[in-house]
């Protein structure tokens, strides 16, 4: 419990005052990855815990006084995070599991990344996506046993550091009740059918606690956020939202309470919130969430309370369309006795700055807003409420002028590329013979052994080759010497997986940075950012490339260094390919047509790609999907059109093959319970999952519905430092094999290996294969594929 000395702010009525500018959260990286070097030197023992302390602690000041000298009134604190907020939300209710505290107790901060990434005794905590983003979250492992207890030092330090430079009311942000219980899991060994949501009580009087010594510590308000409100919810869970914040809004030792949920509409949930005791609520505005405006009038709107607007967009790179956001919020300023300026959400989900991508057209520079430019916008927005249009009178007209160049430039439009889609049929996103016919052709041809042997596509991602890489962009080296490394690393690569027994190799894509990025440097119609890194999770960062026209591939993008690798080796090698809703998902994608057109773009370029893998010999090519899930939709009634154009895009890309050529799909770290069907209609002949850290959830899954295909679930989780022992993935092996039948069953890693290293993945490899080899040993002879 933090020590209580500050004078307390009273909850209660809002006061009606003059608009304000916030943001939801911000990204922690620092400009130059700092937070990244700093933690991966820590890990590596480069640098102690003080170091590591004292450069979060630097960035957190450096971006709360920016957000102030932009005039952000009230900034965030305690969104900052070392790893993951869900985890912080974990550590400050005391949610550590029974495996994790032991460490916890004896270092915290060893005990934290411990659940995060695991050790060699410990695994760490499930990791999947937040929501519809390509952010990872830790999942929270609860039982009936769970006890929580409140630890609010972290916020209560983080606002005092915010206070302690002059800012005149610094906002706590902590994960909400109802999201933290719902994003939770029975931790394992609990009984089926537990609910986490059944703790809520148990809960209560911590969040009670926590508050209280952020009132004491100096916080007027205290941010909630529950984005799982606006999912689909029963009225169980209604009522139990509607209590918690009756509960927590009857609490006299509390800040004000601001109830943030973002990335969709509220549904249901907004009159239960609008009528709950809480001061304020943050909604989001944009896409589908502008429903949101007819919706707070038809409730009444929120007489007595804060509404923070979500008028600029937080999770793409276009600027805000000054004009329109001003007509929503002149709708919104007669629903609620205050209205301020928002994003939609946190900022972490975009890059820093616009201003730092020197090398972008600039006709296509000026149509982009990344953290600092959205934080501008609402700046912008607060003061035309304040002090009406004609005070941005400059700025509404550079806006209005930006928006028109974007509607009228050729870098937008290829009309080749829209003929090519428009003639588009049925038939050309469906395979010429049904699954099991092309499964015999496919065995024939492969010769696989049961129980085959794969990875999912890259291998490690060594300093040499991203000096390499960097040598070539500077031009310390030429094409021929780049080439060279990258033939000698997968000549490397072939070796090993040879060597380890592996049955279906891959070239190691020693020459991509990015699985997104990579292509879209070879696609028209994308680009690609220096600066504009985004994480992903922990400390991995990527650079979202921008779409900004229409796709097409002007050339093969793969097939050189694929046809290198066959040559290499008598065993089949996999071509490899991203598939046409991750380049969407992990993109900035335009927003000025409909996402299925874009998708099916995207899939005409692959689909040459993969002819001409086909042609160059490649017989396993796989096209993954890890953003299918990722990508869905919140709200249930907006599902099936997505997978509509979802699927077909899919289908589209593999369509073109043989049927004896055998087309791959992997997807990771998401539920994919839910789209089991649609997992189904892409028909490939083979998917590989994410397992390990979910203890062969998903193979049980695909059981119960009869999944036809074969399945890949992983054995090794390659987001830990762990190296598992051979009897541990025997184990998994075993547990798959009582859900799919052996003939269907293909043994892999969860994920792709790049941010592993060889020390790792060495041994991981071949403990894999050997554990295949045993349980291949002990099956019936009439197992046979």
């Known amino acids: 419990m933090a020590d209580r000395t500050a004078t307390p702010a009273t909850p209660g009525a809002v006061t009606p005052q003059p608009a304000c500018a916030t943001v939801h959260g911000y990204p922690r990286q620092g400009p130059h990855r700092e937070l990244k070097k700093a933690t991966e030197a820590y890990w590596a023992g480069r640098a102690g815990a003080d170091e590591l302390r ?15 000298d932009a005039g952000i009134t009230e900034v965030p604190v305690g969104d900052f995070s070392l790893y993951d907020h869900v985890l912080d939300a974990a550590v400050t209710l005391g949610a550590i599991p029974e495996r994790h505290r032991d460490a916890f107790a004896a270092d915290p901060l060893d005990g934290y990344f411990a659940m995060a990434r695991g050790t060699a005794e410990v695994a760490p905590l499930e990791m999947t996506k937040w929501f519809d ?23 209560v330090d983080q606002l005092r550091e915010a206070l302690a430079l002059g800012l005149a009311e610094p906002r706590p942000v902590l994960v909400g009740p109802v999201t933290f219980l719902l994003l939770a899991k029975p931790a394992p060994g609990v009984a089926d059918g537990f609910e986490p949501l059944t703790l809520v009580d148990r809960l209560l009087p911590v969040y009670a606690e926590v508050l209280a010594d952020l009132r004491a510590a100096g916080a007027s308000w205290v941010q909630l956020d529950e984005p799982a409100l606006v999912q689909d ?32 509409r509220l549904g249901d949930a907004l009159p239960v919130l609008a009528q709950s005791p809480v001061e304020g609520l943050a909604l989001d505005f944009t896409g589908p969430a502008a429903a949101h405006v007819e919706a707070l009038a038809a409730v009444g709107g929120l007489p007595g309370k804060r509404l923070v607007a979500g008028v600029v967009d937080g999770r793409n790179v276009w600027i805000n369309d000054l004009a329109r956001s001003l007509t929503t919020l002149a709708t919104l300023l007669g629903l609620a006795d205050r209205v301020d300026v928002a994003p939609s959400c946190s900022l972490l989900h975009v890059p820093l700055d616009a201003d730092a991508e020197t090398e972008v057209d600039p006709e296509i520079a000026r149509w982009l807003a990344f953290a600092r430019q959205k934080t501008g916008e609402v700046v912008t927005l607060a003061r035309a409420l304040r002090e009406g249009t004609d005070a941005i009178a400059p700025q509404l007209d550079a806006n209005k002028a930006a928006w028109e160049s974007r509607a009228a430039s050729a870098l937008t439009r290829d009309p080749a590329v829209r003929a090519r889609t428009a003639a588009v049929t049925a038939t050309d996103a469906r395979r010429d013979l049904p699954y099991p016919e092309r499964a015999a052709l496919q ?25 390499a890489r960097a040598d070539l962009r500077s031009g310390r080296i030429d ?9 000698t690393e997968i000549r490397e690569v072939i070796s090993f997986q040879e060597k380890a027994g592996l049955d279906v190799l891959v070239h190691g894509e020693p020459e991509r940075n990015d699985m997104v990025q990579y292509f879209a440097e070879q696609l028209t119609g994308y680009l690609a950012t220096r600066h504009g890194w985004v994480q992903s999770y922990g400390t991995r960062y990527v650079r979202p490339p921008i779409l900004a026209g229409d796709v097409s591939r002007p050339a093969p993008m793969t097939v050189a260094w694929t046809s290198y690798a066959q040559s290499l080796t008598a065993k089949p090698v996999k071509g490899m390919l991203t598939g046409p809703v991750t380049m969407l998902a992990w993109s900035f994608v335009r927003d000025d047509q409909p996402l299925g057109d874009t998708a099916r773009q995207v899939a005409l370029a692959l689909r040459d790609e993969v002819n001409d893998l086909e042609a160059a010999g490649s017989s396993v090519i796989q096209v993954d999907e890890p953003a299918l899930r990722e990508t869905l939709p919140l709200r249930a009634a907006d599902r099936a059109a997505y997978l509509e154009w979802a699927t077909e895009s899919f289908r589209l890309s593999t369509s073109g093959v043989r049927a004896a050529t055998q087309i791959h799909t992997h997807m990771c770290y998401a539920e994919f319970g839910e789209i089991i069907g649609a997992i189904d209609d892409l028909d490939a002949d083979v998917i590989s999952l994410e397992a390990a850290r979910s ?23 390659i987001h830990s430092p762990r190296v598992p022992a051979e009897r541990e993935v025997s184990d998994l092996v075993d547990r798959a094999l009582r859900a799919v039948p052996s003939q269907r069953l293909w043994i892999n890693p969860d994920c792709g290996l790049k941010t592993r290293g060889w020390d790792e993945v060495r041994p991981a490899l071949e403990r894999m294969t050997a554990a295949a080899r045993r349980v291949r040993a002990e099956l019936p002879p009439d197992a046979a594929r």
């Open 133 to 155: 983003t390509n952010y990872h979250y830790l999942v929270p492992e609860l039982g009936p046993d769970t006890v929580f207890a409140a630890d609010s030092t972290r916020l």
């Open 695 to 717: 203890h062969m959830q998903i193979a049980d899954e695909l059981a119960r519905v009869g999944y036809p295909r074969e399945v890949g679930p992983g054995v090794y989780d």
């Open 479 to 487: 094409r021929a010497a780049y080439d060279e490394r990258i033939a």
């Open 54 to 68: 004292d450069t979060a602690a630097a960035l957190r000041r450096d971006v709360w006084q920016q957000l102030a």
């Open 233 to 264: 919810q029963s009225p169980a869970v209604l009522n139990t939202v509607a209590r918690v914040y009756r509960d927590l809004g009857a609490l006299t030792d509390r800040p004000q309470l601001l109830l943030a949920s973002y990335f969709d």
């Open 443 to 467: 065995q024939a041809a492969l010769g696989l052994p049961q129980l085959p042997t794969t990875t999912i596509g890259s291998f490690p991602q060594t300093r040499e080759l991203r000096t």
